[in-house]
């Protein structure tokens, strides 16, 4: 036994050995752990953000449309997501996120160590908690799409948070580091990231006028988007959001009785989900995303690195003419007016087939030009399999003005339900700046995409009337001159029409009533050819013939171009085209483009006005009278206008002008064949003009707007002929006229 002992004693040499190999051991372990930590580092295990990254995170950052008081029209985006600055938040915010997430925020460094230890001990023992801290978390968010599962994958992802953490905190305030982690968290519903999207989005505000119970709500959904969504699960929610606000009452941030009273609180919801058929002015801000891409590409702007501007994702900001609040009240003045004609429109068809004779052609196009048609053509369906499949029923959503209807319907079925569909679109602009102030391109843009404003063309009817008065009263024609009022025939033109205020008539007289035989006379006199001159010049870009059948509106052209053409009257006969963009920024105010107005002088500004004067008169007794009446609130105030209506009433128009504003409606079905029968509904006064009534009741009664009531200006240099005609014999005072439809086969000679 003594021996054993003896031998069993550690010499110096041992104890040397033994201390050298410890050493080792540690000092390995070390080396190989601050080995393996700059492997990390370096991206040996995963690209890490660099400085500039971290800066400026290569995120989807959605780009903004902003009207003119800088409210938010709508957003471009693959993330809906936009940022905002520390003062931006609101205090209950950043408290809630402190003390839910991280009650040491601004005790540590990056990492909570103690907070991590006590962690790590738990989930030994079977109690699994998180232990991130929002320098963390901010880190993973940065680098990583989301939270690996593979346990050796999360470690090195954990490693990299670490890592990452700890080069924010040197080189960000706290501050700075809660601003990028709202912007960066993502709320999991309709594609919502960032806190700014989320305020939109849930409560339909900013984050700086969020309530104590409604950024309890968001701060509550960082454990978990869709287990604690306010709108999957809204018990869940609401609960959640009670013990973050318990969490901020633990910490001092708030007192008892403001949880007592804000936990008594429903969860209420203000959902404005962002997309682009959703919200205002959807199709305004379609068209407004190819302009932006025509004008950077004409204009060579680009990105530093040489390519091109991304809309979807460089979180631009684009500042827009358009007024929140106006756009509101067109949108609105056409749900009342269209609901109402709608059902008019129905009776005339209900119990009736439309589609027979030539109007059965419409069927087939209407079929080849659906997305269903052409996918099965695509896949090599037979002709037999594609008719099959358009009179099989199926269920479809359709568009209804009380909203959107589920249904069983056969696809050919829906095809004729959508082409006796009333389509409407109007445009408000100032005529002095060009500015937009309203655009509504369809009445639905979920399922009528095509922009009635810009992209689409329509005949234009008697509201071209004013272009062939303009050229006679720019060649020194008094508006009191008159001029033959019958039918008559030009080459092989004779026009159609009725005879109202009397013949022979004057220019005013003529137009005040929409007569087609004087003005078909009065282009005789001046030439086709310059009236279809001026109209150019006035900014109509359709095809435009040097016929005398325009001189009635035998030609197409857009609500764009002639709410354009008919603010050069109101302008002292300076055209400016209407501007749909003021300037585009960068997300940190560089500004990429602004846009330079152009401008032409197009008539004499005393013509200009003579002409406005005209117009006036359709309003005050003309064909467009019905605007005086009550149901539009007593519009009393100078109003101008025209007017158009054409063959078959297949396009209602009518363009009101007042000293501020033009605004140009159109209405008609999806094919010109399909339309109202009589001219009662059918008829511009009727299915056009109630819609700029409705808008401009709403417009003027809105103080903050200050658009007033007065008189149109003279033209500076005043006016050297007569207005009035009152001298002259044979003025019609007749009952209210109306619109004469267009009744003109031939384009021309």
Same mark, same amino acid.
């Given at each position: ?261 804000? *936990? ?16 205002? $002015? ?18 060579? #702007?680009? *990105? ?110 829906? #095809? ?47 509201? $071209? ?46 137009? *005040?009533?929409?007569?087609?035989? $004087? ?231």
């Amino acid at each position: 036994m003594k021996r054993e002992s003896k031998n069993s004693k550690l010499t110096t040499e041992d104890i040397k050995r033994y201390t050298r190999t410890c050493w080792v051991i540690l000092l390995g372990a070390i080396g190989f752990g601050m080995l393996f930590l700059f492997l990390v580092r370096i991206g040996l295990f995963g690209k890490l953000p660099s400085f500039d990254e971290l800066e400026n995170p290569q995120s989807n950052l959605a780009s903004e449309i902003l009207t003119d008081d800088n409210r938010v029209l709508g957003t471009y985006y693959r993330q809906n997501r936009s940022n905002v600055e520390y003062s931006d938040l609101s205090p209950y915010l950043i408290n809630a996120l402190i003390s839910t997430e991280d009650k040491r925020f601004y005790g540590h460094s990056g990492i909570d160590y103690s907070r991590t230890f006590t962690v790590i001990f738990h989930t030994l023992m079977g109690n699994k908690q998180g232990g991130s801290t929002i320098t963390q978390q901010l880190a993973l968010n940065l680098f990583a799409e989301k939270r690996e599962r593979n346990t050796i994958k999360r470690i090195m992802q954990k490693l990299q948070e670490w890592i990452t953490a700890v080069r924010l905190e040197r080189n960000y305030t706290k501050e700075e580091i809660i601003m990028m982690y709202f912007n960066t968290v993502d709320f999991g519903y309709k594609n919502t990231y960032g806190i700014k999207s989320a305020a939109r989005t849930f409560f339909n505000t900013t984050p700086d006028k969020l309530k104590l119970e409604e950024a309890a709500v968001l701060v509550g959904m960082l454990k978990g988007p869709s287990m604690y969504s306010p709108v999957r699960n809204i018990e869940r929610s609401q609960s959640r959001r009670n013990l973050v606000m318990e969490n901020m009452m633990n910490e001092g941030f708030i007192s008892t009785e403001e949880l007592t009273a804000a *936990k008594e609180k429903p969860l209420k919801l203000d959902l404005n989900v962002s997309s682009y058929g959703e919200g205002l $002015a959807p199709y305004f801000r379609a068209v407004l995303k190819d302009e932006i891409k025509k004008e950077f590409q004409r204009l060579q #702007i680009l *990105k530093d690195d040489g390519t091109p501007y991304d809309l979807d994702k460089d979180g631009l900001k684009i500042f827009t003419p358009i007024n929140y609040d106006m756009q509101e009240y067109a949108e609105a003045a056409q749900k009342e007016w269209m609901q109402k004609l709608q059902r008019e429109f129905d009776k005339q068809w209900r119990n009736k087939n439309p589609f027979v004779g030539d109007r059965a052609k419409l069927l087939q196009a209407g079929m080849k030009r659906s997305d269903r048609y052409i996918q099965m053509k695509q896949d090599g369906a037979s002709d037999e399999e594609i008719k099959k499949a358009f009179n099989t029923k199926t269920s479809m959503t359709i568009f209804t003005w009380r909203g959107n209807v589920d249904t069983m319907m056969t696809p050919m079925d829906s #095809i004729k339900y959508n082409k006796l569909v009333l389509r409407n679109s109007m445009m408000s602009m100032e005529p002095r700046s060009g500015h937009i102030k309203a655009w509504v391109g369809g009445i639905n843009f979920e399922h009528y995409k095509y922009d009635q404003v810009k992209m689409g063309i329509r005949q234009v009817g008697s509201t $071209a009337k004013p272009f062939t008065y303009a050229v006679a009263i720019d060649n020194d024609y008094s508006p009191c001159q008159t001029i033959p009022n019958y039918q008559q025939t030009y080459g092989d033109w004779t026009p159609r029409g009725t005879v109202q205020g009397g013949n022979p008539i004057t220019l005013k007289n003529a137009l *005040k009533y929409s007569q087609n035989y $004087a003005t078909a006379y009065l282009v005789n006199l001046v030439g086709a050819s310059n009236v279809a001159d001026l109209t150019r010049k006035m900014g109509i870009t359709s095809n435009v013939p040097n016929y005398p059948s325009i001189s009635l509106g035998a030609y197409e052209a857009s609500v764009y171009d002639m709410v354009g053409a008919y603010s050069a009257f109101v302008n002292h006969g300076t055209w400016i085209k209407p501007i749909m963009i003021l300037r585009v920024e960068t997300k940190d105010g560089t500004v990429l483009y602004e846009n330079q107005p152009d401008v032409k002088m197009v008539l004499n500004p005393e013509s200009a006005y003579i002409m406005v004067d005209m117009l006036r008169g359709v309003v005050d007794g003309g064909t467009a009278s019905r605007l005086r009446r009550a149901e539009f609130g007593g519009l009393t105030n100078p109003i101008g206008g025209k007017t158009g209506t054409t063959n078959d009433n297949s396009d209602a128009w009518f363009i009101g002008v007042t000293p501020e504003l033009v605004t140009g409606v159109w209405t008609g079905a999806e094919d010109r064949s399909i339309s109202f029968s009589n001219m009662q509904y059918g008829q511009g006064a009727a299915a056009a003009l109630p819609v700029f009534g409705l808008y401009m009741k709403r417009v003027y009664a809105d103080s903050k707007l200050n658009y007033s009531k007065g008189d149109f200006a003279k033209p500076p240099g005043g006016l050297t002929r007569t207005l009035d005609c009152s001298q002259y014999e044979g003025i019609y005072h007749g009952g209210e006229p109306q619109e004469p439809e267009l009744q003109d086969d031939r384009l021309g000679f």
